[in-house]
Every structure is written in C-alpha cells, then in structure tokens.
C-alpha cells in the first residue's frame, strides 16, 4: 500500500498531473499502490521514539517510497530528526525514481531503485517508516500485484513468514523488522487482515519472538473510495527485552488513542477486539464450535472444472444428476436446491467429489459484512456445492453428547442476533469474509446455556 501524498505546492502540482495521466492508473494497480491522507503520515511519523532525537548517526528508511512523502513528513513535522538523519528511499518504479530526481528538492534522501523485497543491503536501521504495497502478487489476472513466477519463487524462499495466498506486505514487515538495528523501530501502515487471517500466522508468530508489537486500529475509511480496507498502524520495537507484549489500540479523534487489550505472553495467535458483550457470551457458553465440529469447505470451482464426472450443460436425463450449489443457493436457515451454478453431476459421481455430499450437515456461508450474519442452513438432501461455503461435520461423540443442540437449533442459533453482534464486536470491518479459524472459534452453547443468553444478553 505504497502512497503519494502532498506537502509543498511543488508536490501538489505534480500529483495533480500525474493523475490525469491514464499512466498512473497502470502504475497504481500493478504495484499496489494507494494514497494516504496527510493527516495519516503526520500521526504515524508522531509515534517516533522520542529518544530518536538524541540519536547520533540515525538512519531512517522509507520502503517502497513513491513520492517520499513520510521522509518528507518527518522533514514537516520533526525537522532537527530530519537534518541530523541519513535518509533512503528505496523504490521498484523507476518512473517515480526519476520523477524525484527532477524535483532535486530534497538531495539530502538517498534514493535507490530496487525491488525492496530482493534488495540486500549491507547496513540496517534504526527508524523503518511508511506504506507497503498491498495485494497478492502473481502474474495471471486473478493477482493485483504482477509479477514473475520466478520472482515470486525466490520470495518464497527468502520470506519465512510467506504461507498460502500472502499478501505483498507481510514480507514488507518480516523483511523490514530484519533490518532494524536492535532497539529499531518500525511503523507501518497496513490492512489489520494480518491480525487474523491463517494467511499470516508464520508472520504473528515472528513478530511475537522478535519484540513488542504495537496495533492502533485505523478503521475502514482511511483509503476510500479506492479501498475499503480496515487499516492499522504496526508500531513495532525491536527488543530482546519485551518480547511476547502485545498492545491493541484503537484511533479516536485528535490523535488519542484507547487501548482495548494488552498481553504479555503473546505468542502469535489471532488478534481479537474484545468488549463486555463478546466476553459474557464466551463465558456463558461451555464450547467453541470446534470441539462439536471438523470444517471443511467446497470444492473449488476450477477444481470443479477439471473433474471429468462434472458437465456444464444440461443433462437429457435429470433423473440421473445433481446440480453443483455455491453461495447463491444458501440463505439464512434455508437451501434452495435450484441450479444456479449450470454444473452438474452424477448422483453415482457426487460422492467422489467430497465423501460428506451424502450426509445431511450444516453448511455455513463465507460472507458476513453485508447482512452482518454467518448465514447457516441445514443441507438436508445432501446435494453436491462448489465454491465459498463451508461445510460444518460433527467430530467428538463427547461433545456431541455435552452440546445437546440439534442441527437445526443449532443453525438458529449461528443466524441469531447473539451471533451477530458477536461477530461484529469480535472482527469489526476487518475482513468481508469468515476464516475456518473464525467460524470455529464461535461460542457454542448448550440448550441451558441458550437459555441463558436469551435471558442475559
């Protein structure tokens, strides 16, 4: 999430042209580039240690740097920082590279043009400040951010946190946080997915061991309308001292900010909001979802596509075939058996796809922002689905015997109003879909229990 922001009229008049050059538009998507409003930089370059300004020979970083414009910040807002520094600005487009080199404003900043993610300095930092690219890079249409395979492989390899779909700015912060000198610091805007996606567990984990780790959460309007992204500011300080300390903020006006949690022995798991209503209902409620079940979820529609017993066009004999269901076939509390999708499958052949399609279970729709709630229904004839839905399949006799919930109770109970405000409460904006950890971390009750969050919450 590499941004371009406005600090001198020079700068002002060059970002008003480079937007109407239909150029930029390119630059923007294929580097993941979004703009950062002034007041952001000012708060962020705010949070710089204070013992910063007594530090001789301080080299301070900006990554991915555009315009410069935290370094340009700091020259704003701490300006005897900013003299006595030694400053760099690394940056992959060398467009902007030499756009800079036109403006000759500020020769003191040490511009280098570099892929940051394959850049090896011989050198480290004490202060890493700004606004990593943000999205999945690949070089088919489905990735925002385009790249080489080649050039993906090798961040796979230098990257230790990199796991399944990794978005571009976890190895932002993993590459960032190993070149901090000890004691550095690192301040980061990006989106708060990292706090719990499984995506960026390795990357939780490594911050835990590596200091203490600092979350102010931004909310979801800092970059609209071109993202609707909930964002925080990672503070991070590079301690053997604190490690394992974690503190989660949130931004309120004027620069204030309220702490909401703190812990001292964190060791990477998922980050959770937490308030009076989230915590009764989790101390009411004696199970989490996943001691009753095992999630799994659809086929996935190119899956789908490779299967050889699937077909696309209706069958002459329907008799004989299954439609494929997806999302648009579960509403809350109710499946609706129409073919939606245009695939089909043999009744013989369904099972082959995924054991469970025989079994009549609970599937459980990814999405939740839009309507606010999980959106679960009981599949009762066993049809075939493809694509974001979960699919909920009872493990543990013993828990099956202590949550004496029905099936259909129990999707009530997962589309109620308690769910929902939980839900809410517990993830904010931060994501428009439910994870598989998410969903079964859910607060399940028994029929006592359920009694009781009617009658307390």
Not at 6 to 29: D, F, P
Not at 159 to 183: H, M, P
Not at 194 to 205: H, P
Not at 416 to 434: N, P, Q
């Amino acid at each position: 999430m590499e941004i371009m922001s406005l600090y001198n009229n020079k700068v002002s008049l060059a970002h008003s042209e480079i937007l109407v050059n239909n150029r930029v538009k390119n630059i923007k998507k294929e580097y993941g580039i979004f703009f950062t409003p002034e007041w952001v930089v000012d708060f962020m370059v705010s949070l710089i240690n204070p013992q910063s300004k007594n530090t001789k020979n301080i080299t301070i970083l900006e990554p991915a740097c555009g315009l410069a414009q935290f370094l340009t910040g700091i020259k704003k807002n701490k300006l005897s920082l900013f003299t006595k520094a030694t400053l760099f600005g690394v940056e992959i487009n060398k467009e902007i590279i030499n756009y800079l080199n036109t403006l000759k404003t500020d020769n003191k900043i040490n511009l280098i043009f570099r892929d940051y993610l394959l850049w090896d300095p011989d050198f480290s930092f004490d202060i890493i400040i700004g606004n990593p690219p943000y999205g999945i890079p690949g070089n088919s249409y489905h990735y925002p951010i385009k790249i080489e395979p080649q050039i993906k492989s090798q961040y796979k390899k230098i990257y230790q946190t990199w796991y399944g779909k990794y978005n571009v700015y976890g190895a932002f912060i993993e590459k960032s946080i190993k070149l901090l000198k000890k004691n550095g610091q690192l301040i980061f805007i990006v989106p708060a997915t990292f706090m719990i996606l499984d995506e960026f567990k390795k990357l939780r984990q490594f911050l835990s061991k590596e200091g203490t780790t600092q979350i102010i959460y931004m909310g979801p309007d800092i970059f609209k309308p071109e993202a609707a992204v909930a964002s925080v500011i990672l503070n991070f300080n590079k301690t053997s001292d604190q490690i394992n300390r974690l503190e989660l903020f949130e931004y309120k006006e004027n620069n204030n900010i309220l702490q909401i949690k703190e812990h001292n022995n964190w060791r990477g798991e998922v980050v959770l909001f937490e308030t009076a209503y989230t915590k009764h209902l989790k101390d009411l409620c004696s199970c989490r979802l996943r001691d009753l079940f095992e999630v799994e979820i659809s086929p996935r529609t190119s899956e789908i596509k490779r299967n050889p017993d699937v077909i696309k066009q209706t069958p002459a004999d329907r008799a004989d075939y299954l439609p494929l269901l997806n999302g648009r076939n579960l509403i809350c509390n109710k499946v609706t058996y129409d073919n939606l999708t245009g695939y089909w499958i043999k009744k013989s052949k369904a099972k082959k796809s995924r054991g469970y399609f025989v079994t009549p279970h609970i599937v459980v729709g990814l999405g939740f922002r839009e309507n606010g709630r999980v959106g679960a229904a009981y599949d009762e004839k066993c049809y075939p689905w493809m694509g974001d839905v979960y699919h909920l399949l009872k493990n543990n006799p013993l828990f099956t015997n202590k949550c004496d919930l029905s099936d259909p109770e129990i999707v009530g109970y997962l589309n109620s109003e308690f769910v929902k405000k939980y839900i809410k409460h517990t993830y904010r904006e931060v994501t428009y879909h439910l994870s598989k950890t998410q969903l079964k971390d859910i607060p399940l009750p028994t029929k006592r229990e359920f009694n009781q969050i009617k009658g307390a919450l």
